[in-house]
């Protein structure tokens, strides 16, 4: 059973930053593609960011310009950085790995990490 391990949620005032990061087993990072996901309470989870093998990122409208997804290989981690955070932005983040995140079939989920954003 494949475990990605998530930390760094937190609480945080609105303007504040916090770092989300992922790991998983080496043998199967470097060759999938990661994203991060959110579901705030009475919605559907959504994608935030994604990025590829290759590096390349895609990131949701309502967090553009705000957010920022990377990748270590190295380390086996995957990043979340936000920035300028918003009440709105309070969530349950989730990390993903799979072939392609936004298909639901297959592929991995973290534990989940709660972030607050207070007003």
């Known amino acids: 059973q494949v475990q990605l391990v998530e930390s760094g949620g937190g609480l945080v005032q609105a303007g504040g930053s916090l770092r989300l990061s992922c790991s998983a087993p080496g043998t199967i990072f470097s060759i999938n593609e990661l994203g991060w996901f959110r579901q705030s309470l009475g919605k559907g989870r959504e994608l935030v960011a994604s990025?590829?093998?290759?590096?390349?990122?895609n990131y949701a409208d309502s967090v553009k310009g705000r957010v920022t997804i990377s990748r270590d290989n190295d380390k086996n981690t995957v990043y979340l950085q936000m920035n300028s955070l918003k009440p709105e932005d309070t969530a349950i983040y989730y990390c993903r790995l799979a072939t392609t995140v936004t298909s639901l079939k297959g592929g991995y989920w973290g534990q989940g990490s709660q972030v607050t954003v207070s007003s």
């Open positions: 990025i590829s093998v290759g590096a390349n990122t």
